[in-house]
């Protein structure tokens, strides 16, 4: 080694001076990146707290008052679904858990818990006999929701091994000096474009956060993943950003390829995912435990929109000549976001006792002008809902044009576009839903927003998507001031079901736990041929709740 001829009674690993250099790169890496290193004891020891599974496959039991016990890998209970990441634990459905970090159990003077019960501190061996018989150091009963585990000894090691280490888990993607936040962004495919211009609004909103202070200390740093305007590869994207680069939460995930695997995936995870940029898509079936929108959901504009067409035709009576004035027929695409948009229009409309006279569904890659055209001719109603994304709906309302059938058209947001300008008597028969809503150089956000924008270059079809991409920074930070220095994403997650923030650019957003659709109401405009944009006629409206007009 190194000229020198060594020789021993015992195996000796030997690296040369390039291995060295690459292994203490790593490390940097890994350091910069918040990855906490576990031995192999530790890492299953972690799979035990996490999943209650070992990796050996040895079976682990909760063990029963009556002396039986049942396998814990089928009853859906761990060691982490009460004490959280970190092991500090807290309230849990309605249960206060105890802190487990053993920097806390092992303090020399003992711990006296909220309950009032007192104990010297823990060793190892007291701590696993707590883990099997439920008794603290002092020999007393711990509390009958805390479990009494039966594993085998060497996975009742791994998991005291683990338990050493929690104070440093339960802040993935956080370090002393910095927070990594991820996006799936489409740098490559068909979206590219507006891809880049997220990216760009949202690095440069770091940059002035970072600018003055960060947040406690923390500069923000953000880490992008290609979604490539796929499913599978925004999952695999998401995955890699989670398990390899350490990131602490997602924001501005962009489009409905990001939403369609890669949302369930976070959302099963724990991860916190900030403003998705896909209107489109909000899979209405998901329960949203960690992901905070500021577009409406298809579901609720759906809804508001049914409130309107009903309300604004109540003083209006059935003719001879127009027996369906509140007639509606709903077009939607045969998909996700159309079907979920034709369920809410259908609940809402039952509020008032009535139903759609027709639905007419269509494949999105297939879509047929004349048949769909044809087919809303035929019901003949006065309001059309349009529960689709696609913008070919121009081509559909010129065929019905030619057919002699002039309805009322009612759009989601996705359909605010110019080409709507070109619509003979847009005015009188377009309304959509919107939620932008510009308030103006007086609104310290909004001139926050106009300065940021002139530092990057000039992306004016893209501007809408980098309004909301602000908007999701701005509520990013302030989730994370009201969570403190101490950061953890079930913290994080706690405080966002808290936050309420003016944006200046989407009204105000707040959440609430439960409720994490972040809109407080949305408005409906209509195409404005003179002024060549889409004006508001109404005010703030949310949809009906058993009967009660808004």
Request: proline residues 5%; negative net charge; contains cysteine.
């Amino acid at each position: 080694h190194k000229g020198e001829i060594i020789t021993s009674r015992f195996p000796v690993h030997v690296e040369d001076a390039s291995s060295n250099a690459s292994a203490d790169l790593q490390q940097e890496s890994d350091d910069e990146k918040g990855i906490v290193k576990l031995s192999h004891q530790e890492q299953n020891g972690q799979l035990i707290y996490r999943s209650s599974k070992s990796s050996s496959g040895a079976p682990i039991y909760i063990k029963q008052d009556d002396g039986s016990k049942i396998d814990a890998s089928t009853t859906g209970i761990t060691c982490v679904g009460c004490h959280g990441e970190d092991g500090r634990g807290g309230q849990e459905g309605g249960v206060l858990t105890s802190d487990i970090r053993y920097v806390y159990l092992s303090k020399p003077y003992g711990v006296t818990h909220t309950s009032g019960r007192k104990h010297p501190a823990y060793t190892d061996e007291l701590l696993k006999q707590s883990i099997s018989d439920g008794v603290d150091p002092a020999g007393n009963k711990l509390d009958p929701t805390m479990v009494r585990w039966e594993m085998s000894q060497p996975d009742l090691d791994d998991l005291a091994a683990y338990i050493h280490r929690l104070s440093e888990m339960g802040h993935p993607g956080v370090t002393d000096d910095m927070i990594r936040i991820g996006c799936i962004l489409d740098i490559s495919g068909p979206l590219s474009t507006t891809g880049l211009a997220s990216k760009e609004i949202i690095e440069a909103s770091f940059v002035k956060i970072n600018n003055e202070g960060g947040i406690y200390g923390r500069t923000l740093k953000l880490v992008v993943g290609d979604g490539g305007n796929d499913p599978a590869k925004s999952l695999e994207a998401a995955q890699r950003l989670v398990e390899q680069e350490n990131v602490f939460c997602f924001i501005g995930n962009l489009g409905e390829a990001a939403a369609i695997k890669a949302l369930p995936f976070l959302e099963e995870n724990g991860i916190p995912l900030i403003a998705p940029l896909s209107p489109t898509y909000q899979q209405e079936s998901l329960v949203k435990q960690s992901s905070f929108f500021i577009f409406p959901s298809i579901d609720y504009q759906a809804r508001v929109l049914v409130d309107y067409i009903i309300q604004m035709n109540s003083k209006q009576k059935p003719s001879k000549d127009n027996p369906s004035v509140q007639g509606i027929t709903a077009i939607y695409t045969n998909d996700s976001f159309g079907q979920a948009g034709l369920k809410a229009a259908r609940d809402q409309l039952a509020v008032y006792g009535k139903s759609l006279i027709g639905e007419i569904g269509y494949e999105y890659n297939s879509l047929d002008v004349q048949k769909v055209a044809g087919l809303l001719a035929g019901k003949g109603a006065e309001n059309v809902l349009v529960l689709t994304p696609d913008v070919r709906i121009t081509m559909i309302v010129a065929e019905t044009d030619r057919l002699s059938y002039f309805p009322r058209y009612f759009c989601n947001n996705m359909l605010i576009m110019k080409n709507l300008l070109l619509v003979p008597k847009a005015s009188e028969r377009f309304l959509m839903v919107q939620n932008f809503s510009f308030e103006g150089h007086d609104n310290p956000r909004c001139a926050e927003f106009l300065e940021i924008n002139k530092s990057i270059p000039a992306r004016p079809h893209n501007l809408m998507i980098q309004m909301a991409a602000f908007s999701g920074v701005k509520i990013l930070e302030e989730g994370l001031r009201l969570t403190g220095r101490d950061l953890t994403r079930k913290l994080f997650i706690t405080e966002m079901e808290k936050l309420e923030i003016n944006t200046g650019l989407f009204g105000v957003i707040s959440y609430r736990p439960g409720n994490h659709d972040g809109i407080t109401g949305v408005y409906l405009v209509r195409p404005d041929e003179a002024q060549g944009s889409f004006v508001p006629v109404t005010k703030w409206l949310r949809p009906v709740q058993k009967g009660t007009l808004f």
